[in-house]
């Protein structure tokens, strides 16, 4: 008995020090607090996830980077291929400008390299973060960007402040007096702004 009951405690604590191997394996050799039974098998799942994610997340910004480059080629092929002469609508057609001074702001323009040229001269300015001189305003389209969306922002702000304080009074209102005229005008109101091309209701507002 003695010798059985030797036997049973040692393998005890050989299955003991066999699951402490495991934990200890499963915790720094692959990364992953063991948390239960299965660790090996936990932590494989694991591991297996945060690959799938890895190689989901690169297939996204590859494909976004993809779609970025094509949006940008096909808007600069569109703009190349216009018939309007970017020189004489900047310098008008009835312009007395002669043919020297033309081929001078085509140069300064960069209008004498051939298309391929321009699109990656134009491709690495923009990563520098040079977007070019506005010639309708005469300064950095950034510093234009960077007015026109502050004033954007804080539009949106004030209409998104405006919309969620006057929709939760409306809403309270509405649903205190279900099925009355307040109700019905403003089901009314909402289902017309909804079927009404933004657009459209924001040229209304215009005039």
């Known amino acids: 008995m003695e010798l059985l009951s030797f036997k049973t405690s040692t393998n005890g604590h050989l299955r003991d020090n066999a699951t402490k191997a495991k934990q200890h394996a499963c915790k720094y050799v692959q990364g992953v607090k063991p948390i239960g039974g299965g660790f090996l098998g936990h932590c494989h799942e694991k591991r297996k996830l945060m690959n799938h994610l890895a190689k989901y997340s690169a297939s996204a910004i590859a494909r976004m980077l993809l779609l970025l480059a094509g949006v940008s080629i096909f808007t600069f092929i569109l703009i190349v291929s216009s018939p309007i002469d970017p020189v004489t609508a900047y310098v008008g057609a009835e312009s007395n400008v002669s043919q020297e001074q033309r081929d001078i702001v085509a140069e300064y323009w960069g209008l ?54 006057l929709g939760f009074l409306l809403g309270v209102l509405c649903g205190a007096k279900q099925g009355g005229i307040l109700d019905k005008c403003v089901k009314t109101f909402c289902f017309i702004l909804s079927s009404t091309p933004a657009f459209w209701i924001g040229l209304l507002l215009l005039m």
């Open 112 to 165: 004498n390299k051939s298309p391929v040229e321009r699109y990656f001269t134009w491709i690495s300015n923009l990563l520098h973060g040079d977007m070019g001189v506005s010639i309708t305003y005469q300064r950095p389209v950034v510093q234009i960007l960077g007015e026109r969306f502050a004033a954007s922002l804080a539009l949106m702000a004030v209409a998104w402040l405006f919309s969620g304080i």
